[in-house]
């Protein structure tokens, strides 16, 4: 009798061990963009993800003791994936807005930069909605910058929007719209390549409400457990220093949500 309660107590310590193995292997689908955005998400021809974003979503997976898997969404549907569950969360610089926390929840930000209007070298542009009348003012569909862009530009500028901001950044380096606005790490970046050589910043957008407080990872507002395992995390990297280490390799300017 003692044998059997034995071997019963062995096995169920057997199957706690392989229950607590498999919840420490969790697999969580990281949803990005398909189109690169860099130098937050850059695709390589190999076909793997590397940038700033791809290693902050690995610092904060090794935090939390789970699995990463980036999985390629389009970006105006990467909402209804996450709400669908074909995706555990959203990380790719997306901003905590009033109208999208009605639909999904977001951890805490993890940077903030703000948004910058480009256009050609030489050409003397004032930003206002009064200097930019009559003015084409491309964005990327989808994002604070189109949304600030309807709001102040609409009635006075024609808004030219765009799937992806590498059809945007084509276009402004052809002279196809006179002036963009788009996050400012993106910009100097692109500033630095061959295609955007003759074009500079034009000045910075004013702060509003509608830019929100940051960046943060988009989640299903019932993982609630999940959002404080990724709100721990990202304070946690942020006081230890790797955040600070990891934005060192891609930018000169600090970017950290404060």
Same mark, same amino acid.
């Given at each position: 009798m003692k044998t059997t309660i034995k071997k019963l107590v062995l096995s169920c310590a057997a199957t706690a061990t392989l229950l607590a193995a498999n919840? !420490?292997? &969790?697999?969580?689908?990281?949803? *990005?963009? +398909?189109?690169?955005? %860099?130098?937050?998400?850059?695709?390589?021809?190999?076909?793997?993800?590397?940038?700033?974003?791809?290693?902050?979503?690995?610092?904060?997976?090794?935090?939390?003791?789970?699995?990463c898997q980036i999985t390629e969404m389009s970006w105006d549907?990467?909402?209804?994936?996450?709400?669908?569950?074909?995706?555990?969360?959203?990380?790719?610089?997306? !901003?905590? &807005?009033?109208?999208?926390?009605? *639909?999904? +929840?977001?951890?805490? %930000?993890?940077?903030?930069t703000p948004a910058e209007f480009v256009g050609p070298k030489g050409v003397k542009l004032n930003t206002t909605p009064a200097g930019l009348k009559g003015k084409i003012i491309g964005v990327?569909?989808?994002?604070?910058?189109?949304d600030f862009a309807k709001k102040y530009y609409e009635k006075t500028s024609t808004i030219k929007y765009y799937n992806t901001q590498d059809e945007l950044n084509a276009d402004v380096a052809a002279g196809r719209v006179d002036v963009m606005l788009e996050d400012t790490v993106a910009a100097i970046d692109f500033l630095k390549s061959k295609d955007g050589a003759n074009l500079e910043s034009k000045g910075f957008a004013p702060k509003d409400p509608i830019f929100g407080p940051g960046i943060g990872a988009g989640l299903r507002k019932s993982d609630v457990a999940l959002k404080k395992q990724f709100d721990d995390a990202i304070h946690n990297i942020q006081t230890s220093g790797t955040f600070n280490a990891i934005q060192k390799k891609y930018f000169k300017i600090d970017i950290s949500a404060k």
């Amino acid at each position: 009798m003692k044998t059997t309660i034995k071997k019963l107590v062995l096995s169920c310590a057997a199957t706690a061990t392989l229950l607590a193995a498999n919840a !420490s292997a &969790t697999t969580l689908k990281i949803g *990005v963009a +398909a189109e690169p955005y %860099p130098p937050f998400s850059i695709k390589q021809s190999s076909g793997q993800w590397s940038g700033f974003e791809i290693d902050l979503i690995n610092s904060i997976c090794k935090e939390i003791k789970a699995q990463c898997q980036i999985t390629e969404m389009s970006w105006d549907g990467i909402i209804p994936a996450l709400n669908s569950k074909k995706i555990d969360v959203i990380f790719n610089s997306m !901003s905590i &807005t009033p109208e999208r926390e009605k *639909v999904i +929840a977001f951890s805490v %930000p993890y940077y903030y930069t703000p948004a910058e209007f480009v256009g050609p070298k030489g050409v003397k542009l004032n930003t206002t909605p009064a200097g930019l009348k009559g003015k084409i003012i491309g964005v990327q569909a989808s994002t604070t910058h189109a949304d600030f862009a309807k709001k102040y530009y609409e009635k006075t500028s024609t808004i030219k929007y765009y799937n992806t901001q590498d059809e945007l950044n084509a276009d402004v380096a052809a002279g196809r719209v006179d002036v963009m606005l788009e996050d400012t790490v993106a910009a100097i970046d692109f500033l630095k390549s061959k295609d955007g050589a003759n074009l500079e910043s034009k000045g910075f957008a004013p702060k509003d409400p509608i830019f929100g407080p940051g960046i943060g990872a988009g989640l299903r507002k019932s993982d609630v457990a999940l959002k404080k395992q990724f709100d721990d995390a990202i304070h946690n990297i942020q006081t230890s220093g790797t955040f600070n280490a990891i934005q060192k390799k891609y930018f000169k300017i600090d970017i950290s949500a404060k």
